[in-house]
């Protein structure tokens, strides 16, 4: 065991009755945290903060992960629920920058963990780019703090929290990217954004209106603009409701054989298990914050069975 796993263990780590809290050396060297609860367990990773499962007690696991990811510092990781932050998709300006900005890629500090009096695990991270590495720095080089507090119960709770320390106003895109296990895409649908405006990037991002629920048939890569209701995914055996708030939009996205073949990092028939219902702010949604604000952006998922 490492050094810094056992000095995050000594610092966070906590078993309580058959409650616990551990970090441990994950894939590439990453260190992963593991939690369990009587309600639930999760792994995360501390490169990006990223949550790989999240599995309620009696439930499969309801977050789907690549079995084709890479675990390597600096790399991104296919599945799960990467944070995009402070911007979505390529970069406006710079397309040289990386994908969906820099914090899903980079180290997270710990700041605390508890086991609440309802039975419920939390952990919060924090990343300050004023900390990170030049590269980083040149990337954003406003003064931001970035907040994110998990907690794993029957409900997954997410809170990511932007706080502008500095001297004027940010303009930043986010999404919390989750990707969820589905039974059959082709037997799935999403409801709840009946008619939205969306832009659809397979089709030059041409604005239309959705009609109905949505069923994925072919590749779909839409942003639902100004909207913050919840969402429904209904699958054969379970919905997964998505509820949010300081979110106006919301991005579905499956890549369909075609795109999923050429995806280095997603199995060949992944993309039939996995449907992207994300809580964003892109697009004309981007969020601006002032000088000495903040904003959260915060979600909550919950599982029911349909049969």
């Avoid at 659809?200 to 209106?209: A, C, E, F, I």
């Avoid at 409701?241 to 919301?250: L, N, P």
Wanted: charged fraction near 20%; charge should be neutral.
């Amino acid at each position: 065991m490492s050094l810094a796993i056992e000095q995050l263990n000594k610092n966070f780590s906590f078993r309580n009755g058959g409650n616990t809290l551990f970090f441990r050396a994950g894939q590439g060297g990453i260190p992963f945290i593991e939690i369990n609860n009587k309600q639930a367990k999760a792994t995360i990773s501390l490169q990006g903060a990223h949550l790989l499962d999240w599995t309620p007690v009696g439930e499969d696991g309801v977050i789907w992960l690549s079995e084709d990811a890479t675990f390597a510092p600096g790399k991104a990781i296919r599945g799960g629920i990467p944070v995009c932050w402070p911007w979505f998709g390529t970069h406006q300006n710079k397309a040289s920058f990386p994908a969906h900005g820099i914090a899903r890629t980079v180290s997270w500090q710990v700041t605390a963990t508890q086991q609440l009096s309802t039975g419920e695990t939390q952990i919060n991270f924090r990343l300050e780019v004023n900390l990170l590495d030049e590269q980083c720095q040149r990337m954003w080089p406003l003064a931001t703090v970035v907040e994110y507090r998990i907690t794993i119960a029957k409900t997954l709770r997410l809170e990511l929290t932007t706080i502008n320390n500095s001297r004027q106003s940010i303009t930043i895109g986010q999404a919390l990217h989750s990707y969820f296990n589905v039974d059959d895409i082709t037997g799935t649908t999403v409801s709840g954004l009946e008619g939205k405006d969306y832009l659809d990037k397979t089709d030059n991002y041409k604005r239309k209106t959705q009609v109905g629920a949505i069923v994925i048939d072919a590749e779909v890569d839409r942003v639902y603009l100004n909207t913050s209701d919840d969402a429904i995914i209904e699958n054969k055996k379970r919905k997964i409701i998505i509820k949010k708030r300081g979110s106006q939009s919301t991005v579905v996205w499956n890549p369909w054989k075609d795109v999923a073949e050429k995806m280095g990092d997603m199995d060949k028939a992944g993309y039939l298990g996995m449907l992207c219902v994300e809580s964003a702010n892109v697009a004309e949604d981007v969020i601006r914050i002032k000088a000495g604000e903040s904003h959260t952006l915060a979600v909550i998922y919950k599982v029911e069975k349909t049969g």
